[in-house]
């Protein structure tokens, strides 16, 4: 008869923390001008208006956080850009597709003074087909006087048309309220892990190993451009970036993309910062300088990612710069550097040339499975029982300590508790979780294991 282990499958293991919660998403989506990120930083709770005044601008893709009633979501307004006139179809749709993609709920902007274009009717259809909620709003409704012209938005068949003015907050309680009722308590389960929206990222690294030109790397855009433009108030905090195929999140990329420079106390900061985006994050990409030997900081930055219990992919970056030499001399440095994660994925980039930058999205993906994996109870304790037939634990005073039986008590990271009769050496800790990893993987993702000693 095999044992009934579930009853410990809730046990919390006691160490690590785990990440916070996920976030319901709403995206903005909208043609230009028509007031998005008026409404957006009115949902925000922020006071300035956006100033938008340059044509041509390409703005970033960014995400806020929002609170109302109690209940946090995240906001993206995906609709950055100013396209040409030709291209405006298109880029409104690519909106409602990355929208489609990554929201709970979708909320379409439709200016009240002009009502319904070709391109929201296109619009329409396209979010009409998805499963996603939509919430159709007009804007720019200060007063009474368009109320009646707003009636005609029904015809887009998106229901009621909800009407805001983002400039001096009238309807936007109300709108609000319509948003929270569609958010789903829990975000929607995404690639079947159960968590919503894109997965969180963290791109961390000491200065100067490449973390902007990455980041420019896998955005394909010129984010200079953004820090020259005068009244740009808005400080996104993360980027949403499509890597193969999947939209992810790059968490508290502002600095990169502003370049913050701090006078005193800089290292100070870049650390406070580098913990509070990995904590913020599922999984880190730390940036290694392959072509320099593996400095302290590195090493910081990993322990940091390490004692997170965050999944990790390592990146070695400015490859473009490493030779015939460089290279053997690395494989040296990075076994005596690296032991403490010799279970995370390597690959070897430039962020300047583009070389395998194509690689990061899979080793992500691996790593985050890892981080997300529960072995069943019953076939966690099968395995165990042969392994320590096979390889008991050592005798310590006389006594041999017995391993009476394991549980996973957590996920993100895979976390065991091991119950025991006896104190069990950390070599042999080491040893189950090397067998651990040989047989149910967690590439790419740090494994706990802890012991509790029965009375
Ligand atoms: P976006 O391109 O869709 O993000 O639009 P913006 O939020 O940048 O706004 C475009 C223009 O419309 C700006 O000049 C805003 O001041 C103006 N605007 C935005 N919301 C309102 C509103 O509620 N009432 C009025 N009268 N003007 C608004
Ligand atoms: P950050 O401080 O980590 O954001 O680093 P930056 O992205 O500002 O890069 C620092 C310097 O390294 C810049 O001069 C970049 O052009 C350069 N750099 C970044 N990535 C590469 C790379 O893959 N190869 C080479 N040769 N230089 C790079």
């Known amino acids: 008869d095999e044992a009934d282990w579930s009853a410990f499958d809730d046990l919390d293991g006691g160490d690590g923390e785990q990440a916070a919660p996920p976030q319901p998403v709403l995206a903005v989506v909208g043609r230009p001008n028509v007031g998005k990120s008026t409404l957006v930083n009115r949902i925000i709770g922020r006071r300035e208006a956006v100033v938008q005044d340059v044509p041509g601008v390409t703005r970033d893709r960014v995400a806020y956080d929002a609170l109302w009633n109690g209940r946090k979501f995240t906001v993206v307004d995906t609709g950055g850009w100013e396209p040409d006139a ?57 007063d009474d006087r368009l109320m009646a012209d707003i009636a005609s938005l029904w015809s887009l068949g998106l229901g009621e048309p909800f009407p805001v003015s983002g400039l001096h907050g009238r309807g936007s309680g109300d709108l609000l309220d319509v948003i929270l009722d569609r958010l789903p308590e829990t975000p929607r389960d995404d690639f079947g892990s159960g968590r919503g929206g894109p997965r969180r990222v963290a791109l961390v690294g000491k200065p100067n190993v490449g973390k902007s030109s990455l980041l ?10 953004v820090d020259s433009v005068a009244g740009t108030t808005v400080d996104p905090v993360d980027s949403l970036v499509e890597l193969d195929g999947e939209v992810w999140r790059f968490v508290d990329t502002a600095g990169l993309r502003k370049r913050v420079k701090f006078s005193g106390g800089a290292e100070y900061y870049a650390s406070l910062r580098t913990k509070s985006a990995i904590e913020t994050a599922e999984v880190a990409v730390v940036l290694l300088d392959a072509h320099e030997p593996l400095a302290e900081q590195d090493l910081r930055v990993l322990t940091m990612v390490v004692e997170s219990g965050r999944a990790c992919v390592l990146a070695f970056n400015k490859w473009d710069l490493v030779d015939e030499d460089r290279r053997t001399e690395m494989v040296r440095e990075l076994e005596r550097g690296l032991v403490r994660v010799p279970w995370a994925d390597k690959v070897n980039i430039s962020a300047l040339t583009g070389r395998a930058v194509h690689k990061l999205a899979p080793a992500l993906r691996t790593a985050l499975n890892s981080w997300d994996t529960r072995v069943p109870t019953g076939r966690l304790n099968q395995w165990l029982t042969e392994l320590i037939s096979a390889t008991p634990p050592p005798v310590r005073g006389g006594k041999q300590p017995k391993v009476l039986f394991a549980t996973q008590a957590s996920t993100r990271p895979p976390t065991f508790v091991l119950f025991t009769t006896g104190f069990l050496e950390a070599s042999y800790r080491r040893f189950i979780e090397r067998r651990l990893r040989e047989e149910f993987g967690f590439q790419g993702s740090p494994v706990r294991i802890s012991v509790r000693v029965r009375e």
């Open 86 to 142: 030709v291209g405006l179809q298109a880029s409104v749709a690519a909106q409602a597709e990355l929208a489609m993609a990554t929201a709970d709920v979708i909320l379409l902007v439709v200016d009240g003074s002009v009502g319904a274009t070709s391109t929201e009717e296109a619009v329409a259809k396209a979010l009409r087909r998805s499963k996603k909620p939509v919430i159709l709003c007009a804007s720019k409704v200060d």
């Open 216 to 225: 420019n790397r896998l955005t394909g855009e010129d984010r200079s451009v």
